[in-house]
């Protein structure tokens, strides 16, 4: 009989956690993190091959393939897994609520799942009347955060025991879309304008996540945390903050809510517009209650490097899912 090394042996004896979307701007972070915590065996989901030495290098004791809309990738995926980190890009909602399914018919085998949501996603987070949820007169719940919703109870629904992040907008989601003009013209345009938001950094929700997984579900199943950034910042502001992390200057050049809507669809806007409410403008002390450490600021999350060796500004010309003259939530939006 074939006997093991001790480091191997040491690996096998760890709870298995299952990082889908590893190579996400979340992913990596979680997966380099957790190789330094140690309390679990990393298995990394990859849809692209080329990915798959970058995760090992990060620090994924194993790599499988994985596709949330291919369900015969799951069950090996899924082999002795006691833990799942579960984050979707948004028009994959469908396969995530399949995958969901499949999770809870391994209700005795699964002991946790960390969620990535959205700060609004429950109808109830600003009001247990939902009719009175806080956004424009009269319009209801984004879309967006519907769907959002729709994730994190079809994990709830299968009986498993969930920890949600809700997370407020991207610290750098909202310029990806500008890279272009950005780099050669040095000015970025959205319609948030004055409206001030508590971005969040991606990095601090792997950190929260990283916690909550070491932890365990004794101490977070069952609980929904929401992340923010350390202060509301306004359109001028987040300028100011990328231009100093460049070295250039940087300006913010106001877009019509008809023109962004033009540009990346209904459903985006109708969510860009409920960012201009105020919902968004408030810190929350949940990072920092889980962690122990302040919110990290945009501009220290631009020009540091995180635990996978990236800075904001490097992440920030990295791949984005929306793109101008293109609708990504045209098929999502017919989900019902």
């Known amino acids: 009989m074939?006997?093991?090394?001790?480091?191997?042996?040491?690996?096998?004896?760890?709870?298995?956690?299952?990082?889908?979307?590893?190579?996400?701007?979340?992913?990596k972070e979680l997966v380099a993190l957790l190789s330094k915590n140690d309390t679990h065996t990393i298995r990394a989901c990859c849809f692209s091959q080329n990915k798959k030495d970058s995760l090992k290098e990060l620090g994924a004791h194993e790599v499988v393939d994985f596709d949330l809309n291919n369900p015969s990738t799951w069950d090996a995926a899924l082999d002795q897994v006691s833990a799942v980190?579960?984050?979707?890009?948004?028009?994959?909602?469908?396969?995530?609520?399949a995958f969901s399914k499949a999770l809870g018919e391994r209700r005795?085998?699964?002991?946790?799942?960390?969620?990535?949501?959205?700060?609004?996603?429950?109808?109830?987070?600003?009001?247990?009347?939902?009719?009175?949820h806080a956004s424009r007169k009269g319009a209801g719940i984004p879309l967006m955060l519907q769907h959002y919703w729709w994730g994190e109870k079809a994990l709830i629904d299968a009986g498993l025991p969930v920890t949600v992040l809700r997370n407020n907008f991207f610290m750098n989601h909202l310029l990806k879309t500008d890279c272009e003009?950005?780099?050669?013209?040095?000015?970025?345009?959205?319609?948030?304008?004055?409206?001030?938001?508590?971005?969040?950094?991606?990095?601090?929700?792997?950190?929260?996540?990283?916690?909550?997984?070491?932890?365990?579900?004794?101490?977070?199943?069952?609980k929904?945390?929401?992340?923010?950034?350390?202060?509301?910042?306004?359109?001028s502001e987040i300028a100011a903050d990328l231009g100093r992390a460049m070295s250039k200057s940087i300006e913010y050049r106001p877009q019509s809510m008809v023109d962004f809507e033009n540009d990346f669809g209904a459903t985006r806007a109708e969510f860009f517009e409920y960012l201009t409410n105020g919902f968004y403008c408030r810190c929350s002390p949940d990072f920092y209650n889980i962690t122990g450490v302040k919110p990290t600021s945009y501009f220290d999350y631009l020009s540091t490097k995180g635990a996978s060796g990236e800075t904001g500004l490097e992440e920030l010309w990295q791949g984005n899912l929306w793109k101008k003259g293109e609708d990504a939530m045209k098929d999502a939006a017919k989900l019902k």
């Open 181 to 222: 003009s950005i780099d050669k013209e040095g000015f970025f345009s959205n319609p948030l304008g004055d409206a001030q938001n508590s971005f969040v950094a991606t990095r601090d929700i792997a950190m929260a996540a990283m916690v909550v997984f070491s932890e365990g579900p004794q101490v977070h199943a069952n």
């Open 224 to 235: 929904f945390y929401d992340l923010t950034g350390p202060e509301p910042q306004s359109m």
């Open 85 to 97: 980190y579960s984050a979707s890009l948004d028009p994959m909602l469908e396969g995530h609520l």
């Open 2 to 27: 074939q006997i093991l090394s001790k480091a191997l042996q040491v690996t096998m004896s760890k709870p298995i956690i299952l990082i889908t979307s590893a190579s996400g701007r979340i992913g």
């Open 108 to 132: 005795s085998q699964i002991k946790h799942v960390v969620r990535i949501s959205c700060m609004g996603a429950d109808t109830n987070t600003a009001s247990y009347n939902a009719e009175k």
